[in-house]
């Protein structure tokens, strides 16, 4: 039986003019009275033409209002017989008849429509009237997900490599029901595999898939409800949903879990493409409302760059809607040739240079901007800074190299003070173009000194007569090799190997002697100079003291003829005292120079022998008054020691008995044959 809702009045309908049973036979309209000439056509319209009850929710009630106007050019009567047998139980009527209608005369009548199922429903409602029988459909529809996008191929066209473009597609739902997105770069979609399922679908959403989602909002209308709620239903929230449909919790959560690797996947690949996405690649849109998503465009390599996606929906009637997006990624026009500068090996406080040609492919003149790091201008110069290249040539710097010995400090993030490499990155800005043009210059920073292993010598007391030699280290501690020489040498300083000239390798030391030879008697202080190929100088400091003794040998070297054992060879020379009055000596004079004249009279004197000499002096001591001259001689006599004869005895006993067996050797094989 149909139904009437609660909130309607007395005043609206009689219950005994609204109920229309539903068995009343349609030949009721023969009672009608025509009167009227029988007019071709229907004699009513009603308005609305269709009764469209959209977007309904199970368990809400509906009311519709039709007016139902004569057309015809005559009186006629209109009486409502029945609903449509799929809608009877849903769908009550409260009409009633309002008897003869002139022409363009109405009436009213109410529908009332409580869902039970959430199913499409079709229909209508039969009436009889003077001129015959007539219809209003009926359409019932529940909410339904309705997205579409506002570009389905997106062409950023060409962009130099570097720069960043974006582009925004917006996705709208047209339909009232609310609905999940997500962003998929598979090719291969399957209506099973492709979507999410959701609660409230899981549930509810069974109805046939809608093929048209292009939905104008001037199609949509609002239905009529009972109350507020009604009037303007809102989407339920998604927890809420989750919470009334608790079976279908476990199988979204099964399917969620089961798309996280796809989903990791897609994302990857999305990251790892010029053409990426924006910070929104999922999430849910609302009914009616609509989500931007930004596609960005930074060309890295130059060529055609194509990226084909899907949007895919958490409602299985909806089919993912493909994007297909291009572009064209095109080289910088302006680069540098060589965009990495070897320098090699730089010293300290040296300059060095170097061109850098930047070359331009634009068709019109572009400024370039050369910009040197903070950390690296006390150091490093680019000339000219600034400049325009023209059109399809070439532009031509010089860069200035100057390390300071504050580098390691100025530029800690470019320069390892362990091995001495410096990589500074420098860049080229182009106005007009947003990335600018990098390159490198590379280097390895090296001292340039020359160090000693002492930093003075002394030389003790020398005789005037005689020679004193002192030996110093000399390092090279740069990673080049460098020439040296010592220059400016007083004349009583003797400098070898090659007379203090050379070259050290890398990393080299040399041994140097130096040798002393005063011509007076006097304190020595001086400094040698030694002088690199770079024309740096390293001062070694120096000390003597010259002596002059007052005795005084004819020969200070002896030469004897050849001699046989067992013969002998002499040799004379003189020992003299030459006295000298201190007072009156031209020579300056120091104080052990003065300890040694101070003494006026004879002077004794001792020869020393080393042990087991074979050299013999006579005499071997005595005393020499002032001005006296003594003559000396020095005999050799060669011979043999006891040692020395058993050492020779057992090296012939040795090489007899290699000779013995080397023949035993021999012998052996032909033996043998």
């Known amino acids: 039986m149909p139904f009437f809702p609660r909130s309607a009045t007395n005043k609206d309908m009689t219950p005994a003019k609204a109920e229309v049973k539903k068995d009343e036979p349609a030949m009721a309209s023969r009672k009608l009275n025509v009167t009227a000439k029988k007019i071709h056509g229907k004699a009513f319209i009603s308005k609305p033409d269709v009764i469209f009850f959209k977007d309904f929710e199970v ?122 997105f997500s962003l998929d770069t598979s090719t291969q979609l399957c209506s099973e595999s492709s979507h999410v399922q959701m609660p409230s679908q899981a549930s509810a959403n069974t109805g046939p898939v809608t093929s048209n989602i292009n939905i104008s909002s001037s199609d949509h209308q609002s239905s009529d409800s009972l109350d507020s709620e009604a009037v303007r239903p ?63 465009f930074t060309p890295t390599i130059p060529g055609e760059t194509k990226l084909d996606f899907y949007i895919r929906f958490s409602d299985t009637n909806t089919k993912p809607i493909p994007i297909q997006v291009r572009g064209v990624a095109v080289s910088i026009p302006v680069w540098v040739v060589q965009p990495s500068i070897d320098l090699k090996i730089c010293m300290f406080d040296r300059l060095y240079q170097d061109t850098i040609i930047i070359q331009s492919r634009a068709n019109k003149a572009l400024k370039v901007t050369f910009e040197v790091c903070p950390g690296m201008r006390k150091h490093m110069e680019i000339l000219p800074k600034n400049g325009f290249i023209q059109a399809q040539s070439s532009f031509n710097a010089q860069l200035k190299f100057i390390p300071r010995r504050s580098l390691s ?37 090296t001292s340039s000194d020359l160090q000693f292993d002492q930093t003075e010598v002394d030389f003790g007391s020398c005789s005037v007569y005689h020679l004193v030699r002192s030996s110093v280290r000399l390092t090279n501690m740069s990673l080049l090799p460098q020439d040296f020489g010592f220059v400016a040498v007083p004349e009583f300083i003797e400098v070898q190997p090659n007379d203090g000239f050379g070259t050290l390798l890398p990393q080299e030391t040399l041994e140097i002697d130096l040798i002393f030879g005063p011509k007076k008697a006097k304190e020595y202080n001086f400094q040698l100079c030694c002088k690199s190929g770079i024309n740096r100088d390293f001062l070694l400091s120096c000390q003597g003291v010259g002596v002059r003794p007052p005795l005084v040998l004819s020969h200070s070297l002896v030469q ?53 000499s074979e050299i013999s002096i006579s005499p071997s001591a005595g005393r020499l008054l002032p001005g006296e001259r003594c003559l000396v001689q020095v005999m050799f006599r060669p ?5 020395e004869i058993k050492e020779e005895a057992l090296r012939q006993i040795h090489c007899a008995k290699l000779i013995s067996e080397k023949e035993q050797e021999i012998n052996r094989p032909t033996e043998q044959e």
């Open 639 to 643: 011979r043999l020691l006891d040692h």
């Open 409 to 445: 400090k100025d530029a800690e993030n470019y320069f390892d003070s362990d091995t001495g490499v410096l990589e500074v990155p420098m860049t080229v800005q182009v106005a007009g173009q947003v990335q600018p043009v990098p390159f490198t210059v590379q280097a390895i920073v």
């Open 234 to 296: 809102k989407q339920q929230n998604l927890s809420e949903e989750l919470q009334q449909l608790e079976p279908g919790v476990e199988a979204v959560t099964k399917a969620l879990l089961s798309s996280d690797v796809d989903t990791q996947t897609t994302q990857t690949f999305l990251d790892s493409c010029d053409i990426t996405l924006g910070g929104v690649r999922d999430g849910e849109v609302g009914p009616f409302q609509s989500v931007k998503l930004e596609i960005f």
């Open 560 to 612: 004897f003829r050849p001699t046989a054992v067992g013969d002998k060879s002499p040799a004379i020379i003189y020992l003299t005292n030459q006295h000298t009055d201190c007072n009156q000596s031209k020579e300056p004079t120091t104080q052990l120079t003065k300890d040694v004249m101070k003494v006026d009279g004879p002077r004794l004197f001792c020869f020393c022998l080393p042990k087991d």
């Open 59 to 180: 368990g809400k009630c509906y009311k519709k209002k039709i007016v139902l106007t004569n057309i015809s050019y005559t009186v006629s009567q209109c009486k409502f017989l029945r609903v449509s047998a799929q809608l009877q139980d849903f769908i009550s009527v409260n009409f009633e008849p309002p008897g003869s209608l002139s022409t363009g005369m109405s009436c009213d009548m109410h529908a009332f429509f409580q869902p039970l199922i959430n199913e499409d429903l079709e229909g209508d409602f039969q009436f009889a009237s003077t001129l015959g029988p007539f219809s209003v459909p009926v359409r019932c529809t529940t909410k339904k997900c309705c997205p579409e996008v506002d570009c389905r191929f997106v062409d950023f066209g060409s962009h130099v490599v570097g720069h960043t473009v974006s582009r925004t597609i917006t996705l709208n739902n047209k339909g009232a029901l609310a609905t999940f």
